[in-house]
């Protein structure tokens, strides 16, 4: 009888184990750059056993934040590195939620430092037409395709960006208060699909810095820092890697969480049968106990 009761017990523990992954995982999906949690629950008749299956690194799907070139999407593998400021950690993300603070740092929400490496100003030339002035094509610079000018629709190819000066840091292009143009000598700022951001001076297009992109060998090694929004190195995960290939950076818009809401409402179902079943498996074991004691009496 005990082995029954012990058995109902933990199949409840772990179904409410269950229950609550795949709660947070709705939560979820409504936060721009989450991961789904994926869990599996088997055994049911031994107590029930909660299996930790990772994360789903599938592509969430992209919502457009048009204008505002801060924000960044990642299409493929890969991560954005942030640097926490107060204990100078490395962070990883798929959220290319940014903005600029009060310093002129490119940051996440949370404070959270952008990372990316210095780059020499190759200058390209662009073709004026303030006719076309708000023309804006895919920023794709260094395509086998010529650049459409976002200035004129005449089509020309970018010059490649500058050499690396020094290692990943900072990215700052704060607004100079005496001009209001970034760095104090550029009228906008774009990134380009590879990741290269550039500065506008006139028609003159430069090149800035380029986003600290990475990758893992062993995706769920990694640790959750928050919300499965942001994620650490381990051991297990390795060391990140800086080749990330088959990805494009897609800017003014973010990936949206990866939760399939029709799986998980679909799980949360079955979870919560788990659960009524071992809740009754339970009643009947005290049940019986309690016919037994009478009997004896």
């Known amino acids: 009888m005990n082995k029954i009761q012990n058995m109902s017990h933990n199949a409840t523990l772990n179904s409410v184990e269950l229950i609550d992954t795949i709660s947070n995982n709705i939560f979820g999906y409504s936060m721009n750059g989450h991961r789904a949690k994926r869990c599996a629950f088997s055994d049911f008749m031994n107590g029930g056993e909660v299996r930790d299956a990772g994360y789903s690194w599938n592509q969430g799907k992209q919502e457009p934040r048009i204008g ?3 924000k960044l999407m990642i299409k493929g593998r890969g991560f954005f590195t942030v640097k926490n400021p107060k204990n100078q950690e490395n962070i990883y993300t798929r959220l290319g939620d940014f903005h600029l603070d009060a310093e002129g740092n490119l940051v996440t929400m949370e404070g959270f430092r952008v ?8 200058a390209t030339r662009l073709q004026s037409n303030p006719a076309n002035v708000n023309v804006y094509e895919t920023f794709n610079p260094h395509s086998s395709d010529p650049y459409n000018n976002p200035h004129t629709n005449n089509k020309q190819f970018m010059n490649p960006p500058g050499q690396a ?13 005496r001009n209001g143009r970034y760095l104090g000598s550029f009228d906008e700022v774009r990134v380009g699909e590879d990741g290269v951001i550039y500065g506008r001076d006139g ?3 430069v090149s800035l810095y380029k986003l600290t992109l990475v990758d893992f060998n062993n995706l769920n090694g990694l640790k959750d820092v928050k919300d499965g929004i942001f994620f650490k190195a381990t051991d297990l995960s390795g060391l990140p890697s800086m080749t990330v290939s088959d990805s494009i950076v897609i800017p003014e818009a973010l990936e949206k969480s990866n939760t399939w809401i029709k799986v998980e409402a679909h799980n949360l179902t079955d979870a919560q049968r788990y659960f009524q079943a071992a809740s009754q498996v339970h009643k009947l074991a005290d049940k019986i106990s309690g016919t037994a004691i009478e009997m004896i009496q």
């Open 203 to 205: 028609n003159n297009m």
């Open 68 to 70: 505002e070139w801060t």
């Open 165 to 177: 000066l020094a290692p990943a840091q900072d990215i700052n292009l704060g607004l100079d208060r």
């Open 115 to 122: 990372q990316g490496v210095p780059l020499a100003g190759s």
